[in-house]
Structure formats: C-alpha cells, structure tokens
C-alpha cells in the first residue's frame, strides 16, 4: 500500500475556510489527505498546535490565512507570518524537515487555489515519507544526544 | 435702510429709501420701457426710454430717468403723462437715427406710435447702452470691454481694439445685448463657455441631467465666471432662498456611524479593446447605455433613435453578451442584457420602422412576467437570431453607405449569416468597480475573483458580509436586476435597522479572557492586540480583556509565553481535542 500522508491544517474562518468551503461547492478535486481545524485567524495558530500535531502522528502540517492587508482582523496574519518561520527552525532542530509546516496565503474567492496548495503540500509530504519520530524526540535528554550525534533527519 | 412712501401713477407704495423708482414701478406692475437695465448692474442711464416725471412734495415737477432716480419720501411719479409719452419719443427718434433697424426698437417704435424717425434711420447695431461695458466689469470682473472715441464716433471695443484675454469668452455681454450687437465667436482655438453642445446641459450652473439624484442644479467650477474673476455671483443673486454657496467646496466628512450598507453599484465594461466589434472606430456602433441615454425622452435626441447622420435606422442589431459570458473577457452573465435588449427591440419597433435583429447566446428570461414580454417581442416581429455576434464590418460598395454587416453564426439554422444594419447596439457586461478590492479593504470584507463583493454565506447570509454591521445592496455583490437589485436594498436596511434600533449589540461569546492567576504582567499581548482591547492593570500588573473590543482573532492567545490567555470557543485544549481526534 502506498504512502497516504496524514496532514493537519490550519485555516483562517475568513478567507482559507471560506476558500476551502469554496472548493467543496465548486466540486474542486484535491487530496482528501488534509485534515481541516478552523481558527478564528491564522494568529491563533500557537506554534504549539504545530508541534503537538506532529507530535501526534501528522507528517505535515498546512497553515493559511489571508493574503498579507486582507486580514479580517487587521493583522493577525502578520503575526502569523512572522512566527512561522521561526517554528520551521524549531521543528528543523528537532530533526524534522522544515518543509513539513507549511504557511500559504489563501483568500475566499481561491477555491481553486486552495485545492492546488493541498495537492502539492499532498505531494511534498508524499515524496518527503512519513514523519518518524524516534522515542529520543520525546525525552529531552536523549534528544541532545541524538541531535549531537545525528544532526537531524535531512542532515 | 429707513422706508419711504411714494407713488407711482397715484399708486401708494413702500419702499427703501434711495431704491431706484424703476424698481417701484415694477413692484406694482406698472411697465416702464428700457433698453439699458439690468438688475444686477449699476443703472447707468444711457438709454433714455424709461423717462418719467418726478413730483417733489413742493410740487415741482422734472423728467427724470426712473432706472436711475433715487426714491424719496412723498415724491410723486407719472409714467404715462403726455410730456412722459412725447420725451420717450423723442429718446426713441434719436437711438433710431443710429440704428433703426434693430427689433428692439422697432417693436418699440411700434408701441410709441413712430411710423418714420425723423432724424433719418440709421444702419448701427449697437445703441451705447453699455450693458456690455458694465456688466464686464461689475458682474464678470473682467473689465475687458469699454467705449473708445467720443461723440457720434463712440463704440465698445476691447482694450487697443485688438483680441484681448482679457475676455473670458463668458458670453455675458452678448446674453445681454439688447440689440443682438454682440456676438460670441470661438477664435484663435479658445472655447466658448456656452457653446452649444448637444448632448446635455453645459450651462455654468445646471441639474446634471433630469432624473439626477438629488434633484438640484451644482455649479461646474471649470465654466463658472466666478471661479475665472472672482465676479459674478449673478446666481446667488437670483436664488430667492439663499440656497447657492459659491465657497462650498468638496470635503472629506468624518461619521461615525454603527452600521454601512455597502452599495457601490458596478462599472460598465468598455468594450473599445474587442476590436471585432468596432466600438469608437465604426460609425453607429453603440453601447446600451448610450443607447439607454439617446432613448431619453430628456437626452441627447429626445428620445428619437438617430444615427450619427441624424437619420432613423433602417435595421438596428442588438448584440448580446459583449464582455460577458466570454472566456476572453468576464465569464460570468451579467444577468440584465437578456432583458434590457428585448425592451430595446420593444422601444425601437414603437418608435421606429425598423428591422430589429437580436444576436444572443441564450435569452435567459428568468424573472416574472419576463418570459411573456419575450413572446411578446417575438410578436412584435422582432428577429431573434440564436449565435453570438462574431464580428462587424462596413459593407462593401453593393450596400448603401454606411450600411455596418453584422457576421455571425445563426446555431438554429446552422449557417453563417451576415446582417446589414444601420446601427449596433452593444449590450455590454456589468463589471466590479476597478476600486472595489479597495473598498473591501477598507470594511474588511473580501471581493472574489470576479471583484464582486463576497457575501456572509450564499444562501443564508446574502445581504450580511463577513464583518458585523456591513451589509451589500444591489450590482456591488452580483450583477443583479432592478427588483432584485431593490430586494436585497431592502433586506440590508431591514438588516441594518435591526441592529441600531436595539441599542445594543449582541456578542456572539467569543472572545479572549485573561488569567490573573497565571498572567506574568509582560505586556506581550497588549502590543498584538489590533483592536488595542486588551489593557494593563498598573495596581494588579497584569493584562485584561475588553470582551467589547475583543473580536477574538485570538493572536493574543497564541502569543502569551505563560498561556493565561483563553480565547473562549477556540481554546487551546479545544483545539489539542481536534488535533488528538483528527489524528487519532
């Protein structure tokens, strides 16, 4: 059987959300793989929420929010933007290839857009195999080792 | 200024003391003849016919010219007494033997009982009254006319009698001319203020056009003297209510309001770029809504439909789905042509004997009695012709001139046809307004790939948007018809109304609450927080939530380094539940 990577994502309500709900009325066809948790804005994604998620056994996670001034609070996905980056280096020290959290801009009227981004984040995971987490990533100590020893899984 | 009593034909009347005696004898209807008044110029005098006598309350009587002759208390005027009629006369001789053939004096030579002048009749124009001169300088302000020479060589010129810009081209010497002395001529490429053109009112001060809302003439600042010399005013003048601000001038308002309906309407698609149609090369070539303007009873023709010759067409095609409908242009229907187009066949065959083709794709006839009206057009004799209007040419040398070949393929019949007409209709796309993402921005909703303005929810949220309180009416969410368009104009007044009448707005639940318990005091999330609800306790030293401000964006939650802060329904366990669920 075939790699289907479990992919978790984030979608802003206003624009990804609306856009992800346009795609399923317009009949859009993209990988079922990802699965949608909706947020108020992608502000709220807490970085947190991405490292628990591939904690948990997603081998990627997908965060959209508007495009950059079309933010329906203003600038929660400037927010977003700049704590993002900083996430993929966290998840790039913890041995975890920063290609698997993934920040696109999606707005409402993009049902088509948004089905291109899963099929290709799809992809990406697919090409990139499953996320292995070893027991070492859960104990802080072992970690250090293993870093020390490996220095990560694209190293 | 202190009243006095005077009378005029034995009339008693009260008027300002030092008001000219013109003015009282006008006040009480009585008709005193003149050639050189004008209300809002200084009296000058010049003309001599508006001669009455005067009666002081010594009973001394003079012949006094009433445009200029101040009242007095007790003073006695008589505007019809025989020496009155007989110096009038006389005046009259005296202008005739300059310029007898003017119809000014004429008809009033006529009135006066002059069959022949007896000093001779003369062939000038202009009999020296100076309105021109007067009005140039007091009410234009251009001073750019005046008299040279003296005697019975005098005559108005501009300044060393050479074209002078000085002159304004304002017109108001010539508007005032009594004898049709002067006249406007454009020179030396300077345009005339009030050249006549033809498709609407051009005039300095006017109602833009007649159905415009709201229903009052403004002041065009290119064209009004008063904003070329500072003069004039002449408007301000006349308006008995004092409605006219020559310094009002476009401002940006401030308003707090608690709710906007967004109804921002659409722009019309230019079609000039589809160059096999022809717009603005080809001679009557037309979109609807020029079409729309020339069928009105207060437009350009009429309400006739002309061609550019001034002619009535022969056969007129209407085109549908130009811009819509097209891969090339706007994919979507704009959802009026179809029946806009079959009314205009209706009011060309009403007013017209014209051959009318109809070019169209799918006729969508979807609203209440509209599928009726389609039939009744067909009735009517109207050519309904099922294949898009591909392409218009000019005929060949076989057609008359200026026949337009309208070619396309006729999918019922399956050939390819080629129509002669005299005019075309473009039944042009609604589309967005080029600014419409603009706005959006600005009330935080969003437009969609068409740049029409997104809804809350297509079929349950139709008027509402995205963001409380901002509600879409009419062509800025879709192209939509009048009563549909009326609807949801209804709908979001209704939507609005409701919620300022209450008073009070209704929060939905959500939003972030801070724990004192766990807040270290860092201020972090004050910073994050767009709506600034989040604020500082200096005596607790921690932060805390206006839940009115807040509208639970929940960047602050996501950015507290202690996690005190809860964005209620989006929790942080809430959403580790969802992740625990979704990857279980």
Known sequence: MSFEPNLVGFLCNWCSYTGADLAGTARVKYPPNLKVIRVMCSGRVDPNFILDALARGADGVLVCGCHPGDCHYVEGNYKCQRRLPITRMLVGEMGIDPRRVRLEWVSASEGVRFGEVVSEFTEEIRSLGPLALQEWAFDPAAADAQLAHQGGEHA | ?584
């Open chain 2, 1 to 584: 200024m202190p009243k006095v009593n005077i009378t005029v034909d034995g009339r008693p009347i009260e008027v300002e003391e030092g008001s000219y005696v013109l003015q009282a004898a006008e006040a009480l209807g009585i008709d005193i003849p003149t050639l050189c008044f004008f209300k809002y110029v200084k009296p000058y005098a010049a003309c001599r016919i508006c001669v009455v006598e005067a009666r002081d309350k010594r009973g001394r009587t003079r012949m006094v010219t009433a445009c200029n002759y101040p009242a007095s208390e007790g003073i006695e005027i008589l505007t019809r007494t025989p020496r009155v009629m007989a110096a009038r006369r006389l005046n009259l001789e005296m202008l005739m033997s300059r310029c007898a053939s003017m119809p000014v004096l004429t008809a009033l030579a006529g009135k006066l009982g002059i069959d022949q002048p007896r000093w001779g009749t003369g062939t000038d124009t202009c009999i020296l009254c100076g309105l021109c001169v007067r009005v140039c300088d007091e009410i234009v302000g251009a001073q750019a006319l005046g008299f040279a020479s003296r005697g019975i060589d005098r005559f108005v010129t501009t300044p060393f009698e050479v074209d002078s810009d000085a002159c304004i081209l304002c017109g108001a010497c010539a508007a005032l001319c009594p004898t049709g002395h002067i006249r406007m001529e454009e020179a030396g490429g300077r345009d005339v203020v009030h050249s006549e053109i033809t498709l609407g009112p051009n005039a300095a001060i006017a109602v833009p056009f007649r159905q415009a809302v709201p229903n009052a003439p403004r002041i065009d600042p290119d064209f009004c003297v008063h904003f070329r010399t500072g003069g004039c005013k002449v408007c301000a003048a006349v308006c008995p209510k004092e409605c006219i601000s020559h310094d009002d001038v476009e401002r940006f308002e401030d308003l707090e309001v608690g709710t906007v309906v967004l109804a921002t309407g659409y722009q019309d698609f230019d079609p000039t770029p589809m160059k096999q149609y022809g717009y603005g090369r080809l001679p009557n070539v037309i979109t609807s809504m020029e079409f729309e303007r020339m069928n009105n009873a207060a437009g350009s023709t009429g309400g006739k439909i002309l061609m550019e010759n001034g002619k009535e067409p022969g056969a007129i095609a209407i085109l549908h789905c130009i811009g819509s409908r097209d891969q090339n242009a706007h994919p979507y229907c704009s959802r009026v042509c179809c029946m806009y187009a079959l009314k205009f066949a209706h009011l060309v065959k009403e007013k017209t004997s014209a051959e009318v083709y109809q070019l169209y794709i799918d006729l969508r006839a979807f609203g209440k009695g509209y599928e009726e009206f389609f039939h009744r057009i067909l009735e009517e004799g109207v050519n309904v012709i099922r294949g898009k209007g591909a392409e218009i040419v000019r005929g060949g040398k076989e057609y008359p001139e200026g026949t337009l070949l309208v070619r396309c393929e006729d999918t019922l019949a399956a050939k390819f046809r080629e129509i002669p007409v005299d005019m075309v209709v473009l039944c042009t796309a609604l589309e967005a307004n080029h600014d419409a993402k603009d706005v959006a921005r600005r009330f935080g909703i969003s437009v969609g790939a068409d740049g029409w303005f997104i809804e809350r929810h297509p079929k349950l949220g139709p008027v509402s948007t995205t963001t409380d309180g901002v509600f879409l009416a009419g062509v800025c969410q879709s192209p939509k018809d009048i009563p549909d368009a009326v609807a949801q104009g209804s709908g979001a007044a209704a939507q609005a109304m409701s919620l300022m009448i209450r008073g009070e707005v209704e929060m939905d639940g959500a939003y972030a609450v801070i724990d004192d318990e766990v807040c270290s005091g860092c201020r972090l999330c004050n910073d994050l927080c767009p709506y600034s609800a989040i604020g500082f306790d200096e005596t607790k030293k921690t932060s805390s939530v206006n839940p009115a401000l807040c509208k639970a964006c929940g960047t602050c939650a996501a950015g507290c380094p202690s996690g005190a802060i809860r964005a209620l329904h989006f929790a942080d366990e809430q959403i580790y539940a969802e992740i625990e669920g979704i990857l279980s």
